[in-house]
């Protein structure tokens, strides 16, 4: 009987087990561990979002491989974990920001799109018949002139982040970010940050792998292949001569 109970708590979406704990939420945060990695970086003229973009074979084609979103002009998104899901909360997220602006003609706030995405989210531990989404998502934007960086997970809960992660690898991006974050950082030092964050979870990436994104006064601004490899070339990265050495 105990392990039919413990199977009752694990497939059920809205029933606590006797410890405090929905299963089927902690499922679904495995699931996001499991994606590549997204890192949102805020800084004192934006907000950086950047994420791998990795194709799994040689024969897919990189820019169907979409992991950063523009909400509305001051406001996107980066995603983690389960790409049909992270579309599902990235169509509903824009509906919001566009009801928002037909409803009260202005820009919905950062946090309260995240916390109208979080809701919705949440919804899906309370009721049967449902599954929690497998995905996470970080929403920065630009909110009464000042950046903000929010991040929403498979529980529905909204957190506000100066700079974090999602996805596979969180802590060692997470152990770098609060290593060398500063209230001073500008947009550029932003994404030099963000890309050195992803370079630290898996050092074979190329740019072709990268996707990045800003959000500032100027508004949503996505960068070209072109751009990223610049970026990446400029980098400080560890070089490949000490691997090269060991080998020898």
Excluded: C
Aim: charged share 30%; aromatic share 6%.
């Amino acid at each position: 009987m105990r392990g039919n109970d413990q199977q009752a708590y694990d497939r059920g979406t809205s029933l606590f087990s006797p410890d405090g704990r929905i299963y089927q939420v902690e499922y679904a945060r495995e699931a996001v561990s499991r994606g590549a990695p997204s890192v949102g970086v805020r800084t004192s003229d934006g907000v950086v979002l950047a994420a791998q973009a990795q194709a799994s074979s040689s024969l897919m084609e990189s820019e169907s491989i979409e992991k950063l979103h523009k909400l509305d002009d001051h406001v996107g998104t980066a995603s983690a974990g389960h790409v049909a899901d992270a579309r599902q909360l990235i169509d509903f997220a824009r509906r919001m920001a566009q009801g928002n602006r037909l409803r009260y003609r202005e820009p919905v706030g950062v946090e309260t799109l995240t916390k109208y995405v979080t809701d919705h989210i949440q919804e899906n531990t309370q009721r049967g018949g449902t599954r929690p989404y497998g995905a996470a998502l970080l929403i920065g934007g630009i909110e009464n002139g000042e950046p903000r960086l929010f991040g929403a997970d498979p529980s529905g809960t909204p957190h506000e982040w100066k700079a974090t992660a999602i996805g596979g690898s969180r802590q060692e991006i997470q152990d770098l970010l609060e290593e060398e974050w500063s209230e001073e950082l500008t947009l550029d030092d932003g994404i030099g940050l963000a890309l050195r964050a992803l370079f630290e979870a898996n050092d074979e990436l190329t740019a072709a792998d990268l996707s990045v994104a800003t959000v500032s006064e100027e508004g949503y601004a996505s960068f070209t292949a072109e751009e990223i490899a610049d970026l990446v070339e400029s980098l400080d990265l560890p070089a490949e001569e000490d691997d090269a050495e060991e080998d020898e």
